[in-house]
C-alpha cells in the first residue's frame, strides 16, 4: 500500500469563492506524460506544416509549369495546322500545275500516250488527297501522330514536286517542238476569198480542150488584196516565173514549202523570214492568168499535195 501511494500524487484545487476544495489524485508520471506529448505534438505539427508548405509550393510551381506547356502546346497546335494548310496548298499548287501542262500539251496537240508514264497524275492527286483526310479526321488529339502524318505528307510532297518539275522539263522540248511546227504549219488562207478552183485535174483553163492537172487552188481576190504567209517560214524566192508572173515561195521547214503566183506586187524578198500571216504580196494577174487570182501551193517533200489539207 506505501509503495502503490508513492507513485500517485494528490493535485488541490481551492476556488477563492467556494469554500468546496476539488482535488485530483493522478499516477506521478502523468505530468511528465503530458508535457513530452505536448511537446511531440507541436514537433509533429511543425513538421506537417513545413510539409505542406512545401508541397504548395510544388504544387504552384507545377500549376505554373502546365500553363507554360499548355501554351506551348496550344501554340504546337496552331503551328501544326498550319503546316497542314500549307501542304495542302502546296498539294493544290502541284495538281493545279499537272492540270495546265496537259492543258498546254492538249492544246499543241501532244497525246497523252506519248508521256503518259511521267504525265499521269491522277495517283498523285488521289492518294495524296486520302492522307490529308487521314489528319483531318482526327484534329489535333494526337500531336506526334499528327507530326508524323506532316513529315509524311512533305516527304511526298517534295518527291512529287521533283516528279513534276521533271516531268514539266521533259515535256518543254516536245512541246516547244509541237508548237514551232504549229506555227510553220501553212494552216492559214492566204487570203480572204473563195476558192474558185480546187486541186487536182480540171478541164485547161485556156484551151477549154483536154484536162491538167492544178497543182493547188485559186482564190478569187480582188486585184491589190493583200496575200500573207500561211506559216512561219524564210523566202526562198521572190520575183518573176514565166508561168506564175510574181512569184513568192516559202519554205517552212519540216519538208514543207507554199507558193503564192500570179501577184501584182512582192513585199518580201528572198531570205526574209516571215511570220504567219505577215503580208507578202499583193494579188494580181501576172504570167500564165486568166484574170485577177492567186494561185496557192503547198508541196511536201517536193510533191504537191491539196492545201485545205493543212487550214485549221
Ligand atoms: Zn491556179
Redesign the pocket.
Known amino acids: 500500500m506505501m509503495k502503490n501511494k508513492k507513485n500517485y500524487a494528490t493535485f488541490m484545487f481551492i476556488p477563492e469563492s467556494q469554500s468546496t476544495v476539488k482535488s485530483f489524485r493522478m499516477p506521478i508520471w502523468f505530468p511528465r506524460f503530458v508535457t513530452v506529448s505536448i511537446i511531440l505534438l507541436v514537433l509533429a505539427s511543425t513538421a506537417s506544416f513545413s510539409i505542406l508548405s512545401s508541397l504548395k509550393l510544388q504544387y504552384a510551381i507545377s500549376k505554373s509549369e502546365i500553363g507554360k506547356l499548355t501554351v506551348i502546346n496550344s501554340s504546337q497546335k496552331v503551328e501544326i495546322e498550319k503546316l497542314q494548310k500549307n501542304s495542302e496548298e502546296v498539294q493544290k499548287k502541284l495538281e493545279e500545275n499537272s492540270r495546265m501542262l496537259e492543258e498546254v500539251k492538249k492544246a499543241v496537240g501532244i497525246t497523252p500516250s506519248a508521256t503518259s508514264k511521267s504525265t499521269d497524275s491522277s495517283p498523285v492527286s488521289s492518294d495524296n488527297s486520302s492522307s490529308f483526310s487521314k489528319l483531318a479526321a482526327k484534329p489535333s488529339s494526337d500531336l506526334s501522330a499528327n507530326i508524323e502524318g506532316i513529315e509524311s505528307d512533305f516527304a511526298s510532297l517534295a518527291g512529287k514536286i521533283a516528279s513534276q518539275k521533271k516531268e514539266i522539263s521533259e515535256s518543254l522540248g516536245p512541246i516547244k517542238n509541237k508548237l514551232a511546227y504549229l506555227m510553220a504549219k501553212p494552216s492559214i488562207m492566204p487570203v480572204t476569198a473563195s476558192i474558185t ?1 480546187g486541186f487536182g485535174y480540171r478541164k485547161n483553163p485556156f484551151t477549154s480542150r483536154g484536162s491538167e492537172f ?5 482564190f478569187a481576190a480582188s486585184y491589190g488584196q493583200t496575200a500573207v504567209a500561211t506559216g512561219d517560214g524564210i523566202v526562198i524566192f521572190s520575183g518573176w516565173n514565166a508561168g506564175y508572173g510574181r512569184m513568192v515561195i516559202i519554205s517552212h521547214g519540216y519538208g514543207l514549202t507554199t507558193l503564192y ?2 501577184n501584182s506586187k512582192l513585199l518580201v524578198k528572198q531570205g526574209d523570214k516571215v511570220k504567219k500571216g505577215q503580208a507578202i504580196t499583193k494579188v494580181g494577174s501576172t504570167g500564165r492568168s486568166t484574170g485577177t ?1 492567186l ?2 501551193e503547198v508541196k511536201l517533200n517536193g510533191k504537191n499535195v491539196n492545201p485545205t489539207k493543212y487550214f485549221n
Open positions: 478552183a492544178h497543182k493547188g487552188i485559186d503566183g500570179h487570182h494561185h496557192y
